[in-house]
């Protein structure tokens, strides 16, 4: 079932801090991710979406019912923590059966899913271990599996990987989503993680002051962000101001410059933003866009290394990857060149 939020605005008492006017769908099946700075609104928006926060205005719609009144019992929800808020006195299966018990479905049925449940996040031999004798990889899944044992009909992930080890969190982000695909649940998932987004998600939406910027795929988000804040704010890039000089030409104020610059009128004010992938080390003499300097600070990545390249003039360096560091010019392709009006 589908998720709608329609112009959800929320204020924390005393405060300017909330969301203002967040609209956005999340479609049957699919998994939007939600970013941000922290005081962005994710959490608020996630809280507001469970019904542990109330008191906004606008609808949170779920399935064609509007939820805002429904309690948090009613809402047929999952919710994965941060902080997982596993019972430390239950044993394992007893924790993923908790929310078939309060619902008082008997013990055999509530026991049969729960270890079933187990087996599909890989933790079939520890259902009567104590929550204390897990890993914390071992726990989140215990976490995943209680939200799933209702049945749920929405997923909702609080930072699920944040207090995990890297090795570990990239495993188990390829779990999650495996698991979520095979039960179809349409999911939010908030994170302060791009990497997990970019990788997890059918969409990711970016909040900032409370206020959706925007909301597209993995790779619309990166190579198309809509505003110099989401440029920012998603990957690494350098983002220079610039001016329309000519059709297919923009003025750096070091140099000229080709790109798509659209119907933009000349003298129209822009950013120009360069992702260091697309920065072309040693280019021959003559070649479009090619620039001279030098290179400056350098850090090894294993089979890339990350660099600036510094342009007489530029102000700040070009930020570059490549196998191998340019050795005195870049150059950078004109659709490579994202335009960012202000």
């Known amino acids: 079932m589908s998720l709608v939020l329609d112009n959800v605005s929320y204020r924390y008492p005393g405060s300017t801090h909330g969301l203002h006017e967040v609209s956005l769908d999340v479609r049957a099946g699919e998994l939007v991710a939600v970013i941000g700075p922290s005081g962005s609104g994710k959490s608020t928006l996630l809280k507001l979406v469970s019904g542990l926060t109330t008191g906004h205005t606008g609808r949170i719609v779920f399935g064609g019912q509007d939820m805002s009144a429904m309690p948090v019992h009613q809402r047929r929800m999952g919710m994965v923590f941060q902080n997982y808020a596993l019972f430390p006195h239950l044993s394992v299966l007893d924790n993923v059966a908790y929310g078939l018990k309060l619902r008082k479905v008997p013990v055999a049925e509530r026991h049969r899913r729960a270890q079933e449940l187990l087996g599909i996040v890989g933790l079939s031999g520890y259902a009567q271990r104590g929550i204390g004798q897990l890993s914390g990889g071992q726990q989140q899944r215990v976490a995943l599996a209680r939200a799933l044992a209702i049945d749920p009909q929405a997923l909702l992930l609080d930072e699920p990987l944040s207090a995990l080890d890297a090795s570990v969190r990239g495993h188990l982000r390829d779990e999650i989503r495996a698991i979520q695909q095979r039960f179809g649940a349409t999911t939010l998932l908030v994170t302060h993680d791009q990497e997990e987004a970019l990788v997890m998600a059918d969409r990711v939406a970016m909040l900032k002051d409370g206020r959706l910027l925007q909301i597209a795929t993995p790779r619309e988000l990166y190579e198309q962000p809509a505003s110099r804040a989401v440029a920012e704010f998603v990957g690494l890039s350098t983002i220079l101001p610039c001016t329309v000089c000519a059709p297919g030409r923009v003025d750096l104020g070091f140099a000229e410059l080709h790109a798509h610059t659209g119907s933009r009128p000349v003298g129209t004010v822009l950013h120009a933003m360069v992702r ?40 700040k360096p070009f930020l570059a990857e490549s196998a191998r560091p340019a050795a005195e010019a870049i150059a950078i392709a004109p659709e490579h060149i994202r335009l960012l009006d202000l």
């Open 276 to 315: 260091p992938e697309h920065v072309r080390a040693d280019p021959a003499p003559g070649s479009v866009n090619r620039l001279q300097g030098r290179t400056g600070a350098q850090r090894y990545l294993g089979a890339l290394t990350r660099y600036d390249f510094e342009v007489p003039g530029a102000g």
